[in-house]
């Protein structure tokens, strides 16, 4: 009885679709917060990252109840960065809810998730929200959301999937869009006629599914999963199953399930049950909980590999120490594994030296967001340009592609498609609806896409959207110009003056203002030209006895050009660095002496040649 009243499902869908949204409404209409309580919109996205930014960046458990039935619902990422947090959650639903915006229609990560979750067999209802929008036509996205399940060979059973219509900011739905619109109450009847109650035996032998660790200062580490099978209580013996077939006793020391938002204490959990587990010392993430009299483990996870890899080391400027408080290789790399440990997207390596450790994971803004939590927890280090990860395939070395999906105006897509086809990206497909926008989808390496995001907003004024989601390996699609411009280099330590600003402003973009301290081999812009330039950013104007009166009144300074993070990792070439602080972002050559800067670039020439 206990599991027929239980539904797991995952909410998934592209990058700002509305899952989010959707789930605070759900809340909401199940009477888990009072009608006068003071609750912040997306209310599960509670890192800080993650309100400031605007995305979903972890997955998230909640509970809601609908009558006699509890739902546990999964709040899933929509950035295909992020794509390794769905792969996990998915083996602890029984099925999922797709969320397609009604007028961008099925995107590149609604194809990843969606194919994730067709692998798995999952039941899935389809959402079609946003239908409120000017410019929305859900008719013709649902066509398109049948033919994307036709693609990925959906089932017969998995292809008869619920549709619901609605608006979710305003926690609206309707299943028919000739009828107005109505509470949510057809999505709750939709998870609870969909949806499979979970499968499990309560009386089999323990089973318990880790697909999530988070520390806990009074609980130790918390292991968050799904019973699979048996029972699990409060004080149990039980065994820790890792990946390595390593068997390590241990003891529930609290057991928890979700309600609302909130973890409430139980004395057991069931089988079909999303618990929270405390004292769980050296659990993994993917790995398993069995009966200590009778240990059987569960398959460990596994997710796709990284595409990309990027190099964290110590900071080594003239600034090191200065602002950050972990400053040290140890301080790095303990940091760097335990992210590793609970990510299963993300891989670490040691390398040649100990004060470098490369990071492998899926894309860009994963690896910002790792850069800017170690930031904000104090750590200071430096990262190098992110590489693409290659492979020998039959003798020929293979690299990732990805398929690029791009909303443009048609006014922009001939810049569009001469700036990807100089990345050797190629035009696969391209649809126009007739509403003054064009979508194209582009075939193109992964190493083609590294510093054109900013260049894509520059040439469309804006209104552009790129989405990208890895798409296999392929052969090697040869040379890619990075970064046409060149780069302006301090040749001294010193503060910055306005004089040598305005001088020197005319030479290219600056990224730094009068009063700011500087160092030999810091970039302080980038050079109209292609190739680097060093120059005395510090000078100051001889001081004379013949001075006009007006002479320095109508000199004009332009402002400089704050490089956000994630710009910054678009930037920077294979010879530069980014000198991450608490306090503060700095673009530096990886060589500051400008001897050392010349035979290395001498070598890669050398190099080049062979």
């Known amino acids: 009885m206990q599991q027929q009243s239980i539904r797991n499902i995952a909410i998934i869908a592209h ?47 909640t509970a809601v109840r609908v009558g006699d039935h509890k739902i546990n619902i999964v709040d899933t990422p929509g950035h295909a960065d992020f794509g390794g947090e769905v792969e996990r959650t998915l083996r602890m639903v029984d099925g999922v809810m797709l969320l397609v915006d009604a007028a961008e229609g099925p995107l590149p990560q609604t194809r990843f998730v969606l194919s994730k979750a067709l692998d798995l067999r999952l039941p899935a209802i389809v959402v079609i929200n946003k239908i409120d ?75 318990v599914l880790i697909t999530d660790v988070k520390p806990d200062a009074y609980l130790g580490p918390m292991a968050i999963g799904r019973v699979v099978n048996g029972t699990l209580s409060e004080k149990q013996r039980v065994v820790l199953c890792g990946r390595d077939g390593a068997k390590k006793p241990s003891q529930v020391t609290a057991l928890f399930v979700n309600e609302g938002l909130d973890r409430v204490a139980v004395t057991e959990a069931s089988a079909g049950e999303v618990v929270h587990i405390g004292g769980m010392v050296g659990i993994g993430l993917g790995e398993s909980i069995a009966d200590a009299d009778d240990p059987q483990p569960l398959p460990a996870l596994h997710v796709d590999e990284p595409t990309l890899s990027m190099e964290f080391r110590i900071n080594d400027s003239p600034f090191a120490g200065r602002e950050g408080k972990f400053v040290t290789s140890r301080n790095i790399k303990d940091r760097l594994e335990r992210e590793g440990e609970s990510n299963l997207a993300l891989r670490i390596e040691e390398t040649e030296t100990p004060d470098r450790h490369l990071v492998f994971g899926r894309g860009e803004l994963q690896l910002a967001i790792l850069i800017e939590q170690m930031r904000r927890e104090g750590f200071e280090f430096a990262v190098g340009m992110p590489q693409v990860i290659t492979k020998e395939i039959n003798g020929k070395t293979h690299e990732p592609f990805e398929r690029a999906t791009i909303d443009v105006a048609e006014e922009f897509m001939g810049v569009v498609i001469e700036k990807l086809g100089t990345r050797k990206g190629q035009l696969a497909q391209m649809v126009n609806h007739g509403s003054g926008r064009v979508r194209m989808e582009f075939e193109i390496p992964a190493r083609g896409l590294i510093g054109y995001r900013t260049e894509f907003l520059t040439d469309t004024k804006g209104t552009g959207l790129l989405t990208h989601i890895f798409d296999g390996y392929r052969p090697w699609a040869g040379q890619i110009t990075h970064r046409a411009s060149g780069a302006l280099v301090a040749d001294r330590n010193g503060k910055v003056t306005g004089y040598s600003v305005v001088n020197l402003q005319e030479r290219g973009q600056l990224f730094v203002s009068p009063g700011d301290d500087v160092y030999g081999g810091m970039i302080i812009g980038e050079n109209a030209r292609d190739e680097d330039l060093e120059a005395n950013i510090t000078k100051e104007k001889k001081l004379t006895n013949h001075r006009a009166a007006s002479a320095d009144l109508f000199v004009k300074m332009d402002p400089p050009r704050v490089l956000s993070l994630e710009e910054a990792i678009e930037f920077i070439r294979d010879d530069e660095l980014i000198e991450a602080t608490p306090k503060s972002l700095r673009l530096r050559k990886r060589h500051t002496d400008p001897h050392e800067r010349k035979r290395a670039m001498m070598a890669r020439k050398t190099e080049a040649v062979a």
């Open 15 to 61: 990058v700002d679709h509305g899952k989010t949204t959707l789930v605070d409404a759900l809340l909401w209409q199940s009477g888990t917060f009072r009608d006068n309580q003071d609750v912040a919109e997306r209310v599960m996205d509670s890192m800080d990252l993650e309100r400031e930014k605007g995305i979903t960046i972890m997955a998230k458990n």
């Open 133 to 207: 929008r000017q410019d929305a036509r859900a008719e013709d996205v649902l066509n398109e959301v049948y033919d994307l399940f036709i693609d990925l060979d959906a089932d017969e059973r998995q292809i008869e999937f619920p549709v619901i219509y609605a608006v979710a900011k305003d926690g609206q739905c309707t299943t028919d869009l000739s009828q107005p619109l109505s509470d949510l109450k057809p999505i709750y009847d939709a998870i609870l006629d969909t949806i499979p109650a979970p499968a499990g035996d309560p009386d089999a032998s323990l089973q």
